[in-house]
């Protein structure tokens, strides 16, 4: 039987990269010069289960490279060696080379090898630094080469379950020299009481040749942990006659290298994205799916025997177990949707070391504080909200705080705080980056704009309209472009990746005090809160999030602008009205204004009137695909089933409002 090792494959990648995740977080908090006991054994097993299953899989770089990172541990560990600063920076720089080849091995991309190699470089420098005399004398004792070796070697009975092949190891020990086994049966239980991933058998092996201990020990270190294993110089080389049936024929050593890079190339044809395509679920959650099915099965059951022979005084049972139903898809929707819901500790766990490595390169002294990382999200939206996180974050890092002479000078703490913390508010998820930095200049910022010609010199601006300029595309007031930020690029990406969540940014700031960046998302991209709308025979749904309010047109309120664009006075503003049966080329109930219905719509901080026909019901709605399941289509963003199975197409607000925009411009241009 051939087992598919892909799947397994998958499965130690995504285990790996949160064995990084483990080893980043608690290398970011050690000190030089403490030891905690705890936290390098934490590392350490990160550090050698990477390399056990790096070698399981054939990812020769990976074991290698983590073998020398483990071994420095290792020394660390049985206080032969001291944690160092430079020792923790090596550390760090190692999990970026592991993180990086494990992508490069999934995505088939090329490393950066000379960065890999560079680490590597700096690791066997430390590892060879405390080498003393009598280490060395010791070294020459035990790797002198001799003229065999004689080894005992007996498996753990678990051992063959996590993956290590006996024969390829002895492969490996015939490619040093001259082989022989002899194989122990006495541990073979009868063939009825066999559990074949379990081993039985054990083996004294005798490796004749000039080899190093070093070069044999190298061979079984893979399993140093899941076996018993002696290794004594051959004193003499007795003739070995044994049964030909329990002899071990090794394969060339060219051949096994062939084998390997075969593996790997195969490995690299099949690599998927490193985007996970999997997620890890709370037993609990699954608990609660499993008794909501069962409810659901125990209510179908029910109105199967209510239809048997159905007359009309079951009626009423029949309302009461419809109703049941009812309750029963909510809360099975409810528990479905849970599962895509994972604690935000995810997106936020990035940051310690980004903040570890910025403060260092600009010289700057900040403590980061993390709360609510508990709060659940969306699978998706966390994915997609990484990024203007990240972005963000170094802006409130590379603007906000002030260098340590200038905190001290202003009444500050040296250390400055940059703050993120999570927590639900309704239907959404609000994420809040705050700092105590110097805050933004107001009179600063509206310099640029009257320079750029955003607005007017003598125009008066709200402060959080003025904050809103931030968010204009190439707008910057850095005096200095660094590679960290400056060059204006990227707050106007920031906000339009926000607003594609159907979410929004906010800013509020206090000069010399801190700034705070509030993000509102909604808690899942799969279920939307809609308000359904009629225009002729159709419907469609208006996101709620991005409806401010709907009202009657009044006549009197509706100006013509350049011959036929249409504007409807709203207090002190003006909106253009857009007629919805003309973007979508559909038959209206009636074409005019008088008495209509008109949706006051924002996408994009424009805002725009709806006109529809008449207003339906607010409901929740699962958003279906039409570029998965049709093509894109311009001014819509999905669609839906509704309960009376019509299907419903979802209005993109922001590309509605586009729409009209561009048709205005044609018109006073014809």
Request: charge should be negative; charged fraction near 30%; hydrophobic fraction near 40%.
């Amino acid at each position: 039987m051939t087992i598919d090792m892909e799947q397994f494959k998958a499965t130690f990648l995504e285990e790996s990269r949160e064995g990084l995740d483990t080893m980043e977080s608690v290398l970011l908090e050690m000190h030089p010069g403490e030891t905690d006991a705890e936290a390098i054994d934490t590392i350490f097993r990160a550090a050698h289960s990477i390399k056990g299953g790096a070698a399981t899989f054939g990812l020769e770089a990976i074991a290698g490279f983590t073998h020398v990172v483990e071994t420095l541990l290792d020394e660390i560990r049985n206080g032969e060696r001291e944690v160092t600063q430079e020792a923790i920076v090596l550390f760090l720089s190692s999990v970026d080379c592991i993180r990086e080849l494990l992508d490069a091995d999934q995505s088939g991309e090329a490393v950066d090898q000379e960065h890999i190699d560079q680490v590597k470089a700096g690791l066997d420098n430390m590892l060879g630094s405390q080498a003393n005399t009598g280490e060395a004398q010791a070294d020459m004792t035990d790797d002198a080469p001799v003229k065999g070796w004689q080894i005992a070697f007996r498996p753990m009975p678990d051992m063959l379950r996590t993956g290590n092949d006996v024969v390829r190891m002895f492969r490996e020990l015939a490619s040093l020299g001259e082989l022989e086994t002899i194989v122990d049966l006495d541990g073979l239980p009868p063939l009825a009481e066999m559990d074949p991933e379990e081993a039985y058998l054990a083996w004294q092996l005798t490796l004749k040749g000039e080899i190093e201990k070093a070069q044999i020990e190298e061979v079984f270190e893979w399993v140093e942990d899941e076996s018993e294993l002696t290794i004594d110089p051959l004193q003499e080389a007795p003739s070995m006659t044994q049964d030909p049936s329990v002899k071990q024929t090794a394969a060339p050593a060219e051949d096994r290298r062939n084998h390997d890079d075969r593996r790997q190339t195969t490995d690299r044809r099949k690599s998927t994205t490193t985007e996970s395509s999997s997620i890890r679920v709370d037993i609990d959650k699954i608990d609660a799916l499993i008794n909501m099915v069962g409810e659901l099965v125990i209510t179908q059951s029910m109105l199967g025997q209510l239809g048997e022979d159905f007359d009309m005084s079951r009626v009423e049972r029949l309302k009461d177990g419809l109703g049941e139903l009812e309750r029963n898809t909510r809360e099975l929707q409810e528990s479905v949707m849970r599962i895509r819901m994972l604690p935000i500790s995810f997106a936020f766990n990035r940051f310690p070391r980004m903040v570890h490595d910025l403060s260092a390169k600009l010289g700057k002294k900040i403590e980061l504080t993390m709360s609510g990382e508990q709060t659940e999200l969306d699978k998706t939206v966390m994915e997609k909200i990484g990024d203007p996180l990240v972005h963000l974050v170094r802006n409130s890092i590379d603007h906000g705080i002030e260098i340590p002479e200038q905190r001290l000078a202003a009444g500050k703490s040296e250390t400055g705080v940059v703050g993120l913390n999570a927590y639900h508010q309704g239907g959404n998820i609000v994420i809040e980056i705050t700092d105590d930095g110097a805050g933004l200049n107001r009179d600063k910022i509206l310099a640029k704009a009257v320079e750029r010609g955003l607005v007017q010199e003598d125009e008066e601006l709200a402060e959080e309209k003025v904050f809103e300029l931030l968010f204009e595309p190439g707008f910057s007031t850095a005096d200095v472009v660094s590679d960290v930020s400056g060059r204006g690029v990227g707050m106007d990406v920031v906000k339009r990746n926000i607003q594609a969540l159907g979410g929004s940014v906010e800013v509020c700031s206090e000069q010399g005090k801190g700034s705070t960046f509030t993000i509102r998302l909604p808690l899942t991209l799969a279920i939307l809160d809609g308000q359904l709308v009629r225009v002729g025979e159709n419907t469609y749904i208006i996101p709620l999030i991005s409806i401010v309010e709907s009202l009657l047109v009044e006549q009197g309120n509706v100006n013509i602008v350049a011959g036929k664009a249409e504007l409807y006075q709203l207090r002190d503003e003006y909106l253009p009205i857009i007629r919805l049966y003309e973007t979508f080329g559909i038959e209206p109930d009636r074409r005019s204004l008088d008495d209509g219905l008109l949706v006051v719509v924002e996408g994009d901080g424009k805002k725009g009137g709806l006109l529809v026909d008449e207003l339906l019901g607010q409901q929740q709605v699962v958003i279906k695909s039409l570029e998965t399941n049709f093509r894109k289509v311009e001014g819509l963003s999905g669609a839906t089933i509704l309960g009376d199975g019509t299907v419903a197409l979802i209005v993109d607000v922001a590309g509605v409002v586009r729409l009209a925009s561009r048709d205005v411009s044609g018109q006073q241009a014809a």
